[in-house]
T-cell receptor, first 112, second 107 residues
Framework: NAGVTQTPKFQVLKTGQSMTLQCAQD?????MYWYRQDPGMGLRLIYY???????DKGEVPNGYNVSRLNKREFSLRLESAAPSQTSVYFC???????????FGQGTRLTVV | KNEVEQSPQNLTAQEGEFITINCSYS?????LHWLQQHPGGGIVSLFM???GKKKHGRLIATINIQEKHSSLHITASHPRDSAVYIC?????????FGTGTRLQVFP
């Protein structure tokens, strides 16, 4: 009963370093999402993938890239980390738009 | 103005009190979600509704499509209900989140 699995749970990066956040779901969901959560703000959509092979920008895509590797996996890449990308990142999935969403446990990223 | 607004931002209650959290949205939706985020950070889905009312245990969610408004009620609140409650509007393929309501229930 894994649901949505995110790795890592915590990460500290230096400015300019790169990293990839991994997300996998075992519910055969079509739609997958990456959000960031900052104090005082709601979760904001970075990128989403409505189906395998497609990705679209969300509200705050700058500085990020994504890959929908297959139906299970959706990764988020920071090519050159900046302090403004310090945040908690959540991956989520749903069968399709308008159905219940399931969230990973989050990744707390600090960029120094 | 945010597309999804929640009120209040913070709420404290004594154990046993009836709690209401409100959510207003300005976008077209296919569904409205209520989510719970505990201090550990994990987010779980409580309700998804597109009309009327849903009940699960002590939690009740209602939605008025015409008024673009939803409420989450907690009856007989308990300290374990302490969490951040988030509403989210499902708009096409995307979820648009409110900023959350932080609830603390004291014994």
């Amino acid at each position: 009963n894994a649901g949505v699995t995110q790795t890592p749970k915590f990460q500290v990066l230096k400015t300019g370093q790169s990293m990839t956040l991994q997300c996998a779901q075992d519910m055969n969901h079509n739609s997958m999402y990456w959000y960031r959560q900052d104090p005082g703000m709601g979760l904001r959509l970075i990128y989403y993938s409505a189906s395998e092979g497609t990705t679209d920008k969300g509200e705050v895509p700058n500085g990020y890239n994504v890959s929908r590797l297959n139906k299970r996996e959706f990764s988020l890449r920071l090519e050159s980390a900046a302090p403004s990308q310090t945040s908690v990142y959540f991956c989520a999935s749903s069968a399709q738009g308008g159905t219940e969403a399931f969230f990973g446990q989050g990744t707390r990223l600090t960029v120094v | 103005k945010n597309e999804v607004e929640q009120s209040p931002q913070n709420l404290t209650a004594q154990e046993g009190e009836f709690i209401t959290i409100n959510c207003s949205y300005s976008v077209g939706i296919s569904a409205l979600h209520w989510l719970q985020q505990h201090p550990g950070g994990g987010i779980v889905s409580l309700f998804m509704l597109s009309s009327g009312k849903k009940k699960h245990g002590r939690l009740i969610a209602t939605i008025n499509i015409q008024e673009k408004h939803s409420s989450l009620h907690i009856t007989a609140s308990h300290p374990r209900d302490s969490a951040v409650y988030i509403c989210a509007a499902h708009n096409t393929d995307k979820l648009i989140f409110g900023t959350g309501t932080r609830l603390q229930v004291f014994p």
